[in-house]
Every structure is written in C-alpha cells, then in structure tokens.
C-alpha cells in the first residue's frame, strides 16, 4: 500500500511562489502525479514525474526524489485562480491505480 | 488533451432507489476506468478498478452487490449504486487511463464528477 502526507494548508499572496511538499512511503513506486481540484469539480491533472529531477511546465514544477520518498509542487507567480486543492497521487508499479494524498489546500489572498 | 465525460452530473433520488452514472472516455480508448469517491473536504477513495470485457476489481470494503460497475466497452464504464441510502450521498468521480498522451504515457484523466443525494 501507499502512505502519502502532504500539509492540509497553505496560504500565499497573488504573485508569490508556494512549494507543497509529499512524501510517500510505498510498497511498488511507478511514477508521481499532481492534480488540482476545485472545489465541486473533478481532479485536472497537473504533472507527472517517474525519474528523479524537476519536471517544468509553464507556472508549475514538479521536483521528486525516490530515494527520499519526496516530491513537491511549486506554484510560481500565483494567480486567484491558483486558489485550490493540490493533490499528489502516487501509482502502484503492480496495477496502476493511484493513492491520493489528503489534498493541500492552497488559498491565494490579494 | 484527453477529455472524459460523465453523466448525470448531479442527481437527488430517494431512499432505496438505484442511481446508474454513465463515465465515457471522449477521445481515446480506455480498457481500464477507474471509480473514486469523495467526501466534503477529503481525498479521493478508490472503490473499484473497471475493466473492458472483465469483472470489476473491488477496493477492500467496498460491496461490490451494491455498487454494480459494468465495462461494457473500451469508452464507456458504469456504476449503479443499488438501494441507495443517505449514507451512499457523496462525489463519485470516474477516471480513465490513457495508455499514451501528453501525460507522462500513462496518465488517468478524470470525468467532472456526480454528486449523489439520497433523500
């Protein structure tokens, strides 16, 4: 199985930069997904990293460490639509379905 | 990018009726969809794996008499919620997997959600 914790909150101003870190324990490791949610709609996936290293795209990387069992999201140059929950999502190397973290919930103030 | 529709969106129905929610890959073929379910302010919880041509894989604690998933072919997944109660009221989310895209070659994208009530 998964164990994956990622922080309930965080709050940033409009144009900052915000990093949600994960951290995983798991018994079959086959790749690390961010998601964004908004609240009453459905997961958009956001990114995906299998190697170690940063993944770039656009406003949002993503960074993971397998040795460590760590991944984080950084949100650059936040916007009020950036406002949402971030979840990281870990799939099983055996079947490839995906345990969800508990989901970061990101407000972007003015 | 991929695009996954579900339907109904939102549906209220009474105590010990049966809910059907359709979930349909839009764009590409999808031989494994996967059914979640979500709580108010809570991650997602995995109910069951659906595959094309093959009996639902079950998520421990999940009944699987009660919430039928049928895979019927390689677009298109169902799930019936049986004798529905209050209890069953929640986000059901469907997903998809795509075997290659723009999503790191293996990516589940997912359907805009259900929200159940149960009067």
């Known amino acids: 199985g998964q164990n994956i914790d990622q922080p309930t909150e965080m709050t940033a101003t409009e144009g900052a930069i915000v990093q949600i870190n994960c951290t995983y324990q798991?018994?079959?490791?086959?790749?690390l997904f961010w998601y964004q949610q908004h609240a009453g709609e459905a997961p958009t996936f956001l990114s995906y990293?299998?190697?170690?290293g940063l993944e770039e795209k656009g406003r949002f990387s993503s960074f993971l460490s397998r040795s460590k069992g760590y991944s984080y999201l950084l949100l650059k140059e936040l916007q009020m639509k950036d406002s949402a929950s971030y979840l990281c999502?870990?799939?099983?190397?055996?079947?490839?379905?995906?345990?969800f973290g508990a989901g970061t919930t990101v407000t972007v103030r003015a | 990018g991929a695009v996954v529709s579900q339907h109904p969106s939102r549906v209220i129905c009474k105590s010990g009726t049966s809910v059907k929610i359709e979930c349909r890959s839009l764009?590409?073929?999808?031989?494994?969809m996967f059914w979640y379910r979500q709580f108010p302010k809570k991650s997602l919880m995995l109910m069951a794996t659906?595959?094309?041509?093959?009996?639902?894989?079950?998520e421990q604690g999940v009944e699987k008499d009660k919430f039928l998933i049928n895979h019927a072919s390689l677009t298109l997944s169902t799930l019936t919620v049986t004798s529905a109660h209050p209890e069953d009221s929640s986000f059901y989310i469907c997903?998809?997997?795509?075997?290659?895209?723009?999503?790191?070659?293996?990516?589940?994208?997912f359907g805009p959600g259900t929200r159940l009530t149960v009067l």
């Open positions: 997903s998809a997997r795509r075997l290659s895209g723009t999503g790191g070659g293996d990516t589940q994208y």
């Open positions: 798991t018994s079959g490791f086959n790749g």
């Open positions: 990293n299998v190697l170690d």
């Open positions: 999502a870990v799939r099983d190397r055996g079947d490839y379905k995906l345990s």
């Open positions: 764009d590409f073929q999808a031989t494994t």
């Open positions: 659906s595959n094309e041509g093959s009996k639902a894989t079950y």
